[in-house]
């Protein structure tokens, strides 16, 4: 698939997610075989552009192209000139967020709140897209509210103005993330518009995936949660849709390389203070439902440096070593990897 003249190495992406695709995270996707990657949503408002939140979400240094910077607002002005400033920052695509349900987002009209003014949509689209020579991308929802779903109209709209892809999310603003994700509506959209679609919403296995990107028409699909603690998902869609066959789980020895790696970009990244902080949540998802992995987490949020973090989760992955080969062979809980976290 491609987003303008950039070939996709695959259809498999991984979702925006705000506190969770930050560039170690996407770069470790990209590596799993993530075909393309999106940054966390970045606010276009000017005067938070500084803010340390901003700064280490506008950090592309060194990640695998094409680029993509999400960026979130209502002015149309406001949102053309982030996208200009994100593209001399080293954007490659930028990608607008109408799809946000968060509260503190939809009271200033931004994310998925933007639905509700069809006006102001096209106005936005067509702002951004004059704005910069690089393809802009729609990441959205299917409406506001249940029963009055305007994805058709906001789709074909975004097509007219030059939108160069467009990610769906299955459900209304209404949903949050409550019932399924409604893939009839997403195939309905794709039957009316020619950009690429990407189908996102409750993709957490092989199976899934397939069955999404048959049933929808899709051209790519896109995974946010179930990525989470688990960037070998990619490996495992991009496997089973070539061959029919699944992986088998990957083995500890891996996993514990691959997070110890992933700790240390983290630690490198955000520093000492916040990179033991937030790594925590990357560990608790690595290691959700493994044997004995309550007593340890508890053990693990105690911890209040990156060294002794490090140190604490290589010795719980070395037990575990001594206990099985694969994951699959520790792992005593079956995980929801679509819990909202
Ligand atoms: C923690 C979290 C943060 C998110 N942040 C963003 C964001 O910054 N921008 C965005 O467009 N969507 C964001 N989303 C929505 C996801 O991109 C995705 O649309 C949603 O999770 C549904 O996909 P999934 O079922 O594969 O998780 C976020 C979702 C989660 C769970």
Known sequence: MYIGPYQLSNNLIVAPMAGVTDRPFRTLCKYFGAGHAVSEMMTADKTLRMSKKSLYRANFDGELAPISA????SDPEQLAEAARYQVANGAQIVDINMGCPAKKVCNKLAGSALLQDEDLVARILDAVVAAVDVPVTLKTRLGFLNG???????A??????GIAALALHG???EDMYLNTARYELIREVKKN????????GDIDSPEKAKYVLDYTGADAVMIGRAAQGRPWIFREIAHYLETGEHLAAPEIVEVKQVLMGHLAELYQFYGEYSGCRIARKHIAWYTKGLRSSNEFRQNMYKVENTADQAKVVESYFDQLLDQGRRMSDVQVEQVNLLEIK
């Open 193 to 200: 518009i020619h950009i690429p679609l990407i189908a996102n």
């Open 70 to 73: 999400q960026i979130a607002g």
């Open 156 to 161: 074909k709209r975004a097509e007219d103005a």
């Open 171 to 173: 459900r209304t603003r």
């Open 148 to 154: 009055e779903e305007n994805i058709l109209r906001v």
